[in-house]
Nanobody, 118 residues
Framework: QVQLVESGGGLVQAGGSLRLSCAAS????????SAWYRQAPGKERELVAR???????YYADSVKGRFTISRDNAKNAVYLQMNSLKPEDTAVYVC????????????WGQGTQVTVSS
């Protein structure tokens, strides 16, 4: 059974940093496309960053230059380093994974709350 578990969320002041972690059991991140999504109250879920099985990355324009997605194959974990946080980054951040041949994400974590105060 696949399980994704996020950690690292919290309350931070604007301009601060947080590092989110996503640990997997039941799948090997290196064989999947992994992503971080976020959903703020009253807004649609949006893709924040993605890392392919080969290591190439994608970022939403709103976080480009501030956030970095990475993967540690030895620890079977995916990370999201978030710097220069803004109040508009406040959301529940969710880790997801999909098979490289699929377009839809098959596996989702429960999410971790990130709150950025002004």
């Amino acid at each position: 059974q696949v399980q994704l578990v996020e950690s690292g969320g919290g309350l931070v002041q604007a301009g601060g940093s947080l590092r989110l972690s996503c640990a997997a059991s039941g799948l090997t991140f290196g064989n999947y496309v992994s992503a971080w999504y976020r959903q703020a109250p009253g807004k649609e879920r949006e893709l924040v960053a993605r890392i392919s099985s080969g290591g190439s990355t994608y970022y939403a324009d709103s976080v480009k230059g501030r956030f970095t997605i990475s993967r540690d194959n030895a620890k079977n974990a995916v990370y999201l380093q978030m710097n220069s946080l803004k109040p508009e980054d406040t959301a529940v951040y969710v880790c997801a994974a999909r098979n490289v041949a699929r377009r839809e994400y098959d596996y989702w974590g429960q999410g971790t709350q990130v709150t950025v105060s002004s």
